[in-house]
């Protein structure tokens, strides 16, 4: 028998040896930073539910957007914002018809100390982090936008804002609600009227490509999660 052959017959009787584990399912989630906490305990559970892998990435929505849009090989995409689940539905980059709600959120001012007198506010770059998004949607309805803009501090994600408040580098920072609930450094000075920003919403959807039994069953598992979320801070949606 040539050596090619040997290797072939080793490799099919391995296959069929009782004690060989066959691979497990992996899934890919891509998240926004603020659900960091919350989806990965959710992500757990499902793994150790359906006894397969999910792997989580969390980032600026932004910066998760775009390498969706170049071709990341996420199979979920969960959103702080609808602007980038939009941009993605535009690229043709999200599975038609699996875009869901998944909670809602609120803004807050965590740190100490009046909004006025702070030297320091950090908040997510409004360039293209949502929470920033959100934060300078308030002030500037707060006709406060303009007098604070000198002191404010941008971050690549909302998570960053709030490091640097637990850090002391910043007096106040605006984060989400839940991640204010998420922190044990940081106390809430002021929660901002969620009239004054557009609603924070949270879309989840099946990357172009990726759909199958698996995602289709975490995403059906995350939509039944609200009472998990709202422990981490999260409102229903």
Not at 35 to 60: I, K, M, N
Request: charged fraction near 25%; aromatic fraction near 6%; proline fraction near 4%.
């Amino acid at each position: 028998m040539t050596r090619a052959g040997l290797v072939l017959v080793l490799a099919l009787a391995l296959s069929g040896c009782p004690g060989a584990e066959a691979p497990r399912e992996t899934l890919t989630v891509f998240a926004a930073a603020s659900l960091t906490d919350a989806l990965q305990e959710a992500a757990d559970a499902f793994a150790a539910e359906r006894g397969c892998e999910v792997v989580t990435s969390f980032a600026s929505s932004s910066a998760l957007a775009r390498q969706i849009e170049h071709g990341a090989p996420a199979d979920v995409f969960v959103s702080a914002n609808v602007k980038w689940m939009d941009h993605l539905e535009e690229q043709g980059r999200v599975e038609e018809g699996s875009r869901r709600t998944l909670v809602e959120n609120e803004l807050v001012f965590v740190g100490s100390g009046a909004v006025e007198d702070a030297e320091r506010i950090a908040l997510g770059d409004p360039d293209h982090v949502p929470a920033g998004m959100y934060a300078k949607e308030a002030l500037v309805t707060r006709c406060e936008w303009e007098a604070l803009e000198p002191r404010l501090v941008f971050t690549q994600d909302v998570r960053g804002a709030l490091a640097l408040v637990e850090r002391g580098e910043c007096a106040l920072g605006i984060v989400y609600a839940s991640d204010a609930q998420a922190s044990e450094k940081v106390q809430v000075v002021q929660r901002i009227d969620p009239r004054t920003h557009s609603p924070i919403r949270y879309p989840l959807a099946v990357v172009k490509g990726r759909a199958s039994p698996l995602t289709d069953a975490f995403v059906a598992y995350l939509l039944e999660q609200g009472a998990r979320f709202e422990r981490h801070g999260f409102k229903r949606a």
